[in-house]
């Protein structure tokens, strides 16, 4: 009886190990076909769908994030987003930092988010690996809901290894293409690669029926600032002109140098009425500031022209007739915005527009 029963736990031993080692095989194969595609991608999205997509099919997740830090920028990923709370005060163990902007990336948009009722998850059991601590920090999250068998550790350390590896190709390919899409004095995009962004930004508003806006700029005597100053002075004024336009406009806004001392501001979402508003803030403000160059304060001001895609197929008619514009707004006397907030120097089209918006404010007040 004694040895029937050590034989049939010695069959049943054989048996589970055997199926253990089909199991392994399966993953093992799973984990091959995954890390293949992980390392051929060059977009981060890409590359952490892959991963996400890989875990949920060996170990099934309840919870999968990654959070990656950058300067005073973090992102996080997670999937699904209804736990995107939870996952936020695991992140906030591991990332410290004040005044850090902070932006959450969800692979299914289409999913409930966390302000729908969710199972409380248990953060104890998450799982972190580090994944990158050099210029940029990077951890990986994991809450499998299959047991932890013990060659998944090892799938898991072998996944965030091709994450590592993937990664710093990505951001070094990116670090490439970012020196090569920047103008060196003004930090802005220069005229190549502000086409490029232009051709994209136009085409996705003509699919989703949005608006898009741009506006040209000009600084006004900039001759006479190089004649009076120096090229020095006049490349300080560039400078500290562009870094006043980035930082009043949105992070979805782009500016680009588009000519010696002509800029273009690409203004997704914005309707002519909204971005000649933009454009007569930035006058102000420019108006009223002042460029050190050595002993010298120069003053500045700058001419805008506004237009926005309407009927326009493509984007060079759309930059012509901002340029037209601007021409007229150096015309008026530059240090000026065509169209104008005045009626005495708009276009009757963006008079009424004008007129309407009023219109409504008013009537929503009321």
Known sequence: MLDNLKKMMSDTGSAFNLILRIAQGVDYQTLSQY???????????????????????ILNYELFGFAMQHENTLDVWVDPRIHGTSLLDCV?????????????????????????????????????????????????????RRKMLYYHYNIINIIV?????????????????????IDPLTNCYNRRAF?????????????????????????DNFKRINDTYGHAAGDAVLKSVSALITATVRKSDYLARYGGEEFVLVLPDTSLYNAVQLAEKLRKKIMQHEVAAGDNHIGVTMSFGAACLENKTEGTSLLKEADERLYQAKAY??????????????????????????????????
Request: net charge negative.
């Open 195 to 219: 086409s490029a962004c232009l051709e994209k930004d136009i085409a996705y508003a003509r699919r989703y029926k949005n608006d898009i806006s741009v506006v040209m700029l000009d600084i």
């Open 92 to 144: 906030r163990e591991d990332f410290s930092g004040q005044n850090i902007d902070c932006n959450i990336h969800y692979f299914d948009k289409n999913t409930p988010d966390a302000s729908q009722n969710a199972d409380a998850i248990d953060v104890n059991n998450v799982i972190s690996y580090k994944v990158m601590d050099s210029t940029h920090v990077a951890r990986l999250y994991l809450l499998p």
């Open 333 to 366: 006397g530059k240090n000026t915005v065509v169209p104008s907030m005045l009626p005495c120097f708009a276009d009757k089209n963006f008079v009424m527009q004008t007129r309407r918006s009023a219109r409504t404010d008013a009537v929503a007040a009321a």
């Open 161 to 181: 290894g091709s994450i590592r590896n993937a990664l710093e190709n990505a951001l070094a390919m990116k670090q490439l293409e970012t020196v090569a899409a």
């Open 35 to 57: 890390v293949l595609n992980i390392n051929k991608y060059k977009d981060i999205d890409d590359i952490l769908f892959e991963a996400s997509t890989c875990l949920k099919d």
